[in-house]
């Protein structure tokens, strides 16, 4: 199985495991589902699992920022 890591804003890991975007702003969303649409034409359809990674200090695969991230482990 491979493994391909994401580090994501924390508030976009929530969204996408737990397949709720409540949270988030209009904008946030449109971010989001540009970055999934990404991954899937590159990677195909998986699964996202966390990772046992703290969160840190990084940029985020979704909107390029510096923010709080955490690592997404996405297995293929």
Same mark, same amino acid.
Do not use: P, R
């Given at each position: 199985?491979?493994?391909i890591k994401f580090s994501i804003g924390? /508030? #976009?890991a929530i969204a996408l495991i737990n $397949?709720?975007?409540s949270g988030l702003s209009d904008e /946030?969303?449109?971010a989001l589902d540009t970055f999934s649409n %990404?991954?899937? %034409?590159? +990677?195909? +359809? $998986? +699964? #996202?699992a966390l990772s046992d990674d703290p969160q840190e200090f990084g940029k985020c695969a979704v909107t390029g920022l510096q923010?709080?991230?955490?690592t997404l482990i996405l297995n293929k």
């Open positions: 199985m491979q493994s924390t /508030e #976009f $397949a709720d975007v /946030e969303e449109e %990404k991954v899937i %034409k590159e +990677h195909g +359809h $998986a +699964h #996202f923010s709080s991230v955490t």
